[in-house]
């Protein structure tokens, strides 16, 4: 809504994967299965994590931390494990395992109650006896609507605050755990500045520009009531826009592959225009929210794809494999995506502002990259 409404969306090639997600859910398997000893297995039963570098060594010999890396690498191997075809085969897409049998039920009921539950419900799997199918899950996006560190946009009287804002405290990879701190902070400043503008506001018409826009929602509304339809289907285009999203723009990018995805999203943003509502009702009318929701996905869509092209680098959750160094020089600035309807957004960058944390390589033990 705001980017329709002219702020732009900030960031919004960095997606967070998190690698244990249950499939054909989204639901996420705590890190705490694996902070507790769960372990992730390849189709051969094999403990792949062994083979990558995930992180610094701990305290007993091992090669790296391997289950307890962070969520990005461990996402991007399970992708080369796809790769190679030691992945497992389901209904709802590729899937390792995560074994936390060795625990056993006590401490499986006194830490993972939950893991347990969700696991039997979900998937039919009691991990207690045997091992459960995960797969990374888009978790996080470092963008959104473009803010400032008072919550503030570029529309007067318009604050946001939380996941769907971007104020940047994330950078390109947020850290576990944070995203609460980050909504109860910025929600407060959205609240306290629109308390400001509202003690101080004595304008009681809202401006042509903001009836305008009210005038275009309203007309977007009725014309889906009216339209006849041409055989397009939420759930179909949804399907293709997860999987052509997940192809494309997912763990890892390519030219060719976001250009392919860019180009279906634009197939599909046509076809949006012919989807018909089923359910004309005025009242708890769900099929139009659903309708109404899958147009600004693909809005959304849109944004992230395009600012990942133009990101000719390497950089946090945003991994290129046509581009695999990260480049200060050029891409030390965000990504700024401007709505254009029924087409895909210019794309314009701001310098990022450097205070006490000087940008630095990632490295783990040993100094290895």
Partial sequence: MAFRAGVPLKDMEFVQYHPTGLPGTGILITEGSRGEGGVLLNKDGYRYLQDYDLGPPDPWPRKNAMELGPRDRLSQAFWHEQKKGRTIKTLHGDVVHL??????EKKINERLPMVRDLA??????D???APIPVR???????GGIDSNIDAATSIEGLFTAGECACVSINGA???GSNSLTELLVFGARAGQGAARIAAGSHKTNPGSAIQKQAEAAEGRIKKLFGANGGGETVSGLRDEMNTTMEEGAGIYRTDASLRQSCEKMNDIGKRFANIELKDKSNVYNTDLLHVLELGAMIDVARAIIVSALQRKESRGSHQRL???KRDDKTYLRHSLAHYVPGQDPDITYRDVVITRSKPGTRVYGGGQK
């Fill in 99 to 104: 074994d936390l049998r060795a625990l056993g």
């Fill in 136 to 142: 990374p899950v888009v978790h996080y996006t470092m």
């Fill in 127 to 129: 991990p207690v006896y």
């Fill in 173 to 175: 990879n947020r850290l």
């Fill in 120 to 125: 039997k419900s979900y998937v039919g799997v």
């Fill in 322 to 324: 046509d581009f695999i």
